[in-house]
């Protein structure tokens, strides 16, 4: 069972970027996928979340910026990011959890992918 994030890199303040995570098994399908961010010295942050119906949440430092979304097979998920700021800048995980409710504490998730790093240049 894996999770392979990927899409991160540098970009300027007010640029875009579109991160994803692929799945390995269909399993995770039906599973809540969820971004979570850390920042250097910060703990690790909860970005969005989208059920396997579409339902999603936002960080409120994310919202109108960011677009949580999943593929028609449901494997892999993505992260639409617009005028990225500074303060974005950090390592991007993806999660899975295997529940009926969502959720927004890392501790909730019972997978997660290696991480891509995003740095926002001012």
């Known amino acids: 069972v894996q999770l392979q994030a990927s899409g991160g890199g540098l970009v300027q303040a007010g640029g875009s970027l579109r991160l994803a995570c692929a799945a390995s098994e269909r399993t995770f399908s039906t599973y809540f996928m969820g971004w979570f961010r850390q920042a250097p010295g910060k703990e690790r942050e909860f970005v969005a979340t989208?059920?396997?119906?579409?339902?999603?949440i936002y960080a409120d430092s994310v919202k109108g910026r960011f677009t949580i979304s999943r593929t028609s097979a449901k494997d892999t998920v993505y992260l639409q990011m617009t005028s990225l700021k500074p303060e974005d800048t950090a390592v991007y995980y993806c999660g899975a959890r295997n529940a009926r409710i969502a959720a927004t504490r890392y501790s909730e998730y019972d997978y997660w992918g290696q991480g891509t790093e995003v740095t926002v240049s001012s």
């Open positions: 989208i059920s396997w119906s579409g339902y999603t």
